[in-house]
């Protein structure tokens, strides 16, 4: 599986919004990005996908370099409740998601 | 539509005892997968199973460790002679099909404490 590199940690003020960077350098052209996040004590949590273009959702956007080679998750405003461990996966055909270290996001009121 | 099932939520069990980990995954999905998460660290395969079938399981433990997912009723994750070193929090996450583009949907997880 291509590997990805994200920050350990990142914090945040509450109401504004976050980055997210991922690196994925040897990424093939068929990987899908995907986004997942853990919240304390609970199970991952889908957050979004793509492939090639920019992607909104009602939880994130996704902005995917022109080489591919990086991505980055934003959340608009973030909230108390967004502070949980977020992955970058590079998914390939139907082979299961591996999950790195991921980024811990603290958000501070 | 319920999310994924898992129970027991927490499970203690003494070393060499045996532990069965129960997933029900969403209604119309026949793709489940489990994952391991020790404490303090990441998420990790297992195993991917679809109805009646062991798709992957480069995962899993060779030993003590097994998967099933049958035809009827939940899937399945058995240990065998537990060790203190099986303790951690067990996912179960299902789809309704395999790509690159579908989404899994995780379960609350599966706490198993080994005395």
């Known amino acids: 599986d291509a590997k990805t590199t994200q920050p350990n940690s990142m914090e945040s003020n509450e109401e504004e919004p976050v980055h997210l960077p991922c690196n994925h350098s040897t990424i093939s052209g068929t990987d899908y990005i995907h986004w997942y996040r853990q919240l304390p004590s609970q199970g991952p949590e889908y957050v979004i996908h793509g492939l090639t273009s920019n992607v909104n959702n009602r939880m994130a956007s996704l902005a995917i370099a022109e080489d591919r080679k990086s991505s980055t998750l934003i959340l608009h405003r973030a909230t108390l409740r967004d502070a949980a461990v977020y992955y970058c996966?590079?998914?390939?055909?139907?082979?299961?998601?591996?999950f790195g270290k991921g980024t811990r996001l603290s958000v501070i009121a | 539509n319920a999310g994924v099932m898992q129970n027991p939520r927490h499970l203690v069990r003494r070393r060499g005892q045996e532990a069965r980990l129960r997933c029900s995954p969403m209604k119309g999905h026949s793709h489940v997968y489990w994952y391991r998460q020790l404490p303090e660290e990441g998420l990790k395969f297992m195993v991917y199973?679809?109805?009646?079938?062991?798709?992957?399981e480069s995962g899993m433990p060779k030993e003590r460790f097994s998967a099933e997912f049958p035809k009827e009723g939940p899937s399945i994750l058995r240990i065998q002679q537990v060790v203190r070193g099986d303790s951690a929090a067990y996912f179960c996450a299902s789809s309704p099909i395999a790509s690159n583009t579908g989404e899994l949907f995780f379960g609350e997880g599966s706490r198993l404490t080994v005395l």
């Open positions: 199973l679809q109805k009646e079938n062991i798709i992957d």
């Open positions: 996966i590079l998914k390939a055909g139907n082979t299961p998601l591996v």
